[in-house]
């Protein structure tokens, strides 16, 4: 089976442009979920999805955004982006359920903002 | 709400030797999941060991072992017969058990090792 992958590997923006990342999971599952990693937070949680629905959302503003489509694949999107928004961005998925818990990771986005 | 802390930022061990990485949480669930992930410098995000928290025995994988004191919220991980290969950025993480309706992972803060030869 093909791992997580994602789309750009590696994405340079300017301030108050927008931009847009996708993740597709691993072929069956369901759950996806989206994190921020910089040097000054570390790991912060964006949001996760299931089958389609936004289940959980952290503490980001309203410029992050994120959806995922009929086959599991999901994307976020940074509108108006702000230079402390240059961090490297994972997702990961899993099969999504009550005996799911195993998390496998992509190799993530690398966003600078200039 | 959860919390996971990692008070050691940084560690060095000499290979073929052994090295605990600390990791402290607080939760006021009974069901969840613990974690180990392992990001080297290409920054892949690998799990390196998991502990259901029903399970009182430690977990184990290879040279990897957990000590997981649940009424302490402890959860440390001893890597033995450390290899160059394991010089990486070791995060602690939490996972309420699903039946929460989630699946969000909480970090620590991540604890550097670095392996001499």
């Known amino acids: 089976k093909a791992g997580v992958t994602q789309t750009p590997r590696y994405l340079i923006k300017t301030r108050g442009q927008q931009v847009t990342l996708s993740c597709s999971p691993i072929s069956g599952h369901r759950s996806v979920s989206w994190y921020q990693q910089t040097p000054g937070q570390g790991l912060q949680f964006l949001f996760e999805?299931?089958?389609?629905?936004?289940?959980n959302k952290g503490n980001f503003p309203g410029r992050f955004s994120g959806r995922q489509f009929s086959n599991s694949r999901s994307e976020m999107n940074v509108s108006t982006l702000e230079l402390g928004d240059s961090a490297l961005y994972l997702c990961?998925?899993?099969?999504?359920?009550?005996?799911?818990?195993?998390?496998?990771f992509g190799p993530g986005t690398r966003l600078t903002v200039t | 709400a959860q919390t996971v802390t990692q008070s050691q930022p940084e560690m060095s061990v000499q290979e073929a030797e052994t090295v605990t990485l600390s990791c402290t949480y607080d939760t006021s669930e009974s069901n969840y999941y613990l974690f180990w992930y392992k990001q080297p410098p290409s920054r892949q995000m690998i799990l390196v060991i998991r502990q259901e928290a029903y399970k009182q025995q430690n977990a184990t994988e290879n040279r990897f072992s957990v000590n997981f004191q649940k009424a302490a919220k402890s959860f440390s991980l001893k890597i033995s017969d450390s290899q160059l290969g394991d010089t990486a950025m070791y995060f602690c993480a939490f996972m309420a058990h699903p039946f929460y309706n989630t699946d969000k992972l909480i970090f620590g803060t991540g604890t550097r090792l670095q392996v001499f030869p």
């Open positions: 999805y299931f089958s389609e629905t936004q289940r």
């Open positions: 990961a998925s899993n099969l999504g359920g009550l005996t799911s818990y195993e998390q496998y």
